[in-house]
């Protein structure tokens, strides 16, 4: 064979490898969860949340909300927008046996740029039979860091079916 045609060949294969390769590599590493400064601003707003809630304190709980009518809630119901939101809470969680004590695990975090990061996890609910027994399940968030931290943007919360004893 002609070295040339072989050179260019070779070259060719390669570039041709590398343009298969490199989007699968690059996504994967865009998916990889960080533990960059993003990362850890973001679980902390949220242990921050956890901390809110177990006080019964609502309305602190739901600053890690961007206080906008653009965003959008997505559990039992779709919800738009910040009132919205709050109000759906008021509804479901308006005692402290409702509230119970949560927890969220298995937290993952995903920078997607300088402005936007999504998370997902677990949480969990332990209440009283009289607040609705426990709760379970899984949430993906979307986050935009604004002027005052890391906020929740889109929340799609999915409860897992209550376990019957």
Known sequence: MNPMRHALLAILGAALAFCVASPATLLAQAQAPSSGPAAG?????????????NRGDLDAFATGYKNSPDILFIGKDVR???AAMLARYRQAYGTRAKMGALTFTALAV?????????????????RTAEGGGNADG??????EHTGTGWKIVRDDTTALPAVIK
Do not use: C, N, S
Request: net charge negative; glycine share 6%.
């Open 80 to 82: 738009i927008g910040y």
């Open 41 to 53: 601003q973001i679980q902390a707003m949220l242990q921050k949340q956890a901390a809110d809630w």
């Open 110 to 126: 995903q920078p997607l740029d300088a402005r936007f990061a999504t998370t997902t996890g677990h949480f969990h609910l332990e």
């Open 138 to 143: 899984y949430f993906l968030l979307v986050l």
